[in-house]
């Protein structure tokens, strides 16, 4: 159905347009209209779809074409500075979805590895051409890069700088990806690493970037760990760890790190304390995420640590969702073949909705320095 389907069916005397063209007006948006964020529907059921389904239904029917938008990034930005999405109803399903957050350890031993699975094994043909040399699959630091590359080697620098690591430290690694850190930390400030992750995919890659350096990467669970380190970082991992075990991984954490460590933990964070699950980003992206708010991590920190530092630069994930998206079209005819047109636009959809929401301030990049309290304070790098 063409774009003009609204004029065609008549549709603008349908009272689900009338409610979300309201909604859109607010944010600037303009249904049909002549800017690149403006919504181009394509479908006529798609107003009542949205506003009976909430965020799944925005997603959804994005997926199956019923609506485009040539500059996604822009409208969720404006949406969500708007608020709509707050006033968007809650489906019946989500409301069950929250509710089994809060009821449920969705992030248990057994469920741990559901993400690994669903969304880190997809395929490296995919993250390899999307990321950096170093397999980065979070945020970087721009305060003087230019390229993705500058940025993602910015950041690994200043987690190993703020950590102070010296030569014949060890560091684990909690949840090390691709191993890029660790091939990093261990090639230029020769420490020994231990990597843990729960993806069978990221630990071929992580063995293998890591063959002839002082580095051991397992496939194992993080409560599983009984180790003493000098210093432990976690990268992008503690979104999955879930409320109900917060508790658990600050625990872990001490008990890993020796007397006189540091601990890094950089994770994406959540301004309200809150079971902060997007339905949709739930079920086609990262399942049994939740992001967390300072309360929690203070709340479960405060037993076992000091914070010396707490670094906010949530605003560089916007740049660095922008260089993975445009990285991502480029590369797709390469591997076109492996995926969907529909899996296209899913993984489209879901950088740039990221993109909107960081460049919104809705949602934060913190990285957060422990001790158990320097001697004469520690001096954290910026």
Partial sequence: MSSSCIEEVSIRDNEWYRIANEMLTRAGITVNGPHPFDVQVKHPDFFKRVLQEGSLGLGESFMDGWWDCERLDIFFSKVIRAGLEKQLPHHLKDTLRIAAARLVNLQSKKRAWIVGKEHYDLGNDLFSRM?????????????????????????????????????????????????????????????????????????????????????????????????????????GMFEHVGPKNYATYFEVANRNLKPDGIFLLHTIGSNKTDNNVDPWIDKYIFPNGCLPSIRQIADASES?????????????????????????????????????????????????ACAGAFRARDIQLWQVVFSRGVENGLRVPR
């Avoid at 992580?206 to 993080?222: E, F, H, N």
Wanted: proline letters at 1%; a negative charge; glycine letters at 8%.
């Fill in 304 to 352: 076992h640590f000091v914070m010396e530092d707490w670094h906010n630069f949530g605003a560089d994930y916007d740049k660095t969702l922008m260089a993975w998206h445009e990285r991502f079209l480029a590369g797709w005819p390469e591997i076109a073949d492996n995926y969907s047109e529909r899996f296209k636009r899913m993984f489209s959809y879901y950088l740039n």
């Fill in 131 to 235: 990321l950096d040399e170093h397999m980065q699959y979070s945020c970087g630091y721009w305060k003087d890069a230019t390229t993705l590359s500058e940025a993602q080697n910015a950041k690994l620098k200043m987690i190993c700088d703020k950590l102070h690591m010296e030569p014949g430290m060890t560091l684990l690694d909690i949840g090390c990806g691709w191993g890029g850190l660790a091939e990093y930390a261990a090639r230029n400030y020769g420490v020994a690493v231990h990597g843990v992750t729960i993806s069978a995919e990221q630990q071929k890659m992580a063995q293998d970037r890591c063959a002839g350096l002082d580095v051991t990467i397992l496939l194992q669970d993080y409560r599983d760990l009984d180790m003493q380190f000098d210093r432990i970082v976690s990268v």
